[in-house]
C-alpha cells in the first residue's frame, strides 16, 4: 500500500472515530450524570447552576461565615493516619495524650475543651488515649499523661508534660508560636 492511501485510510478512520465517539447528546449526559450522582447529592449541570454554587464552601466555625474548611475544635483519636491529623494547615494543633484511669486526664480534657471554645477555631484539639493506642504513644515518646505536643502547619513545635488550666494552655500556645514567628 502505498503512502498516500494509507495517509488517507488514516485520515478518512481518525475522523470517523472523532464523528461517531464525540456524541453529547442529552441521554449520554444523563447516562453520565447518572454515574456520580446520590440519591442525597445530585449531579451539578455548569449550564443550569452558578459557578459559585458547584464550589464547596463550609462555614468557618469562629464566624458561621462561609470560607474556612469545618472541623472539630476538640475530637478524639480513632486510628487515622496520623500525619493527616498533625499535617493540618491554617492552624495549631494540640496533640493530647491520656488515659482514662488519670485524674489529672479528666481535669486536662475540661481544660482543652474550653481553650479551644476560647481560641475560636485557631487552635484545633486531638486527644489520643495511649492506653487504646500504645504503639502510636511509643511512636511519640509518651512517658507520662497527659502530654500535650504543639503542631504549626505540620511542624511539631513543643512538648508539654504536665495538667493545666485553660489559661495556662493558651499562654503556653501564644508563648510558643511568639518565639517561632506565628
Same mark, same amino acid.
Given at each position: +500500500?502505498?503512502?498516500?492511501?494509507?495517509?488517507?485510510?488514516?485520515?478518512?478512520?481518525?475522523?470517523?472515530?472523532?464523528?461517531?465517539?464525540?456524541?453529547?447528546?442529552?441521554?449520554?449526559?444523563?447516562? $453520565?450524570?447518572?454515574?456520580?450522582?446520590?440519591?442525597?447529592?445530585?449531579?451539578?449541570?455548569?449550564?443550569?447552576?452558578?459557578?459559585?454554587?458547584?464550589? $464547596?464552601?463550609?462555614?468557618?466555625?469562629?464566624?458561621?461565615?462561609?470560607?474556612?474548611?469545618?472541623?472539630?475544635?476538640?475530637?478524639?483519636?480513632? #486510628?487515622?493516619?496520623? $500525619?493527616?491529623? &498533625?499535617?493540618?494547615? #491554617? $492552624?495549631?494543633?494540640?496533640?493530647?495524650? &491520656?488515659?482514662?484511669?488519670?485524674?489529672?486526664?479528666? &481535669?486536662?480534657?475540661?481544660?482543652?475543651?474550653? +481553650?479551644?471554645?476560647?481560641?475560636? #477555631?485557631?487552635?484545633?484539639?486531638?486527644?489520643?488515649?495511649?492506653?487504646?493506642?500504645?504503639?502510636?504513644?511509643?511512636?511519640?515518646?509518651?512517658?507520662?499523661?497527659?502530654?500535650?505536643?504543639?503542631?504549626?502547619? #505540620?511542624?511539631?513545635?513543643?512538648?508539654?508534660?504536665?495538667?493545666?488550666?485553660?489559661?495556662?494552655?493558651?499562654?503556653?500556645?501564644?508563648?510558643?508560636?511568639?518565639?517561632?514567628?506565628?
Amino acid at each position: +500500500m502505498s503512502l498516500a492511501l494509507r495517509i488517507i485510510l488514516l485520515t478518512c478512520t481518525s475522523a470517523l472515530i472523532l464523528l461517531t465517539g464525540c456524541d453529547d447528546s442529552d441521554s449520554l449526559q444523563a447516562d $453520565r450524570a447518572a454515574r456520580f450522582t446520590t440519591a442525597t447529592k445530585p449531579a451539578p449541570n455548569p449550564r443550569r447552576e452558578p459557578l459559585e454554587n458547584l464550589i $464547596r464552601r463550609d462555614l468557618d466555625v469562629s464566624t458561621g461565615l462561609p470560607g474556612a474548611p469545618r472541623f472539630e475544635l476538640f475530637s478524639e483519636y480513632k #486510628g487515622e493516619d496520623i $500525619r493527616q491529623v &498533625t499535617g493540618v494547615a #491554617g $492552624r495549631s494543633l494540640l496533640l493530647v495524650f &491520656t488515659a482514662p484511669w488519670c485524674p489529672h486526664c479528666e &481535669t486536662m480534657r475540661k481544660s482543652l475543651q474550653t +481553650m479551644a471554645e476560647q481560641e475560636k #477555631g485557631g487552635v484545633q484539639v486531638v486527644e489520643v488515649n495511649a492506653d487504646t493506642f500504645p504503639v502510636l504513644a511509643q511512636e511519640f515518646n509518651i512517658a507520662k499523661v497527659p502530654t500535650t505536643i504543639l503542631y504549626t502547619e #505540620g511542624v511539631k513545635l513543643r512538648t508539654l508534660e504536665e495538667a493545666c488550666t485553660p489559661e495556662e494552655l493558651t499562654h503556653f500556645i501564644h508563648n510558643v508560636l511568639s518565639e517561632n514567628g506565628e
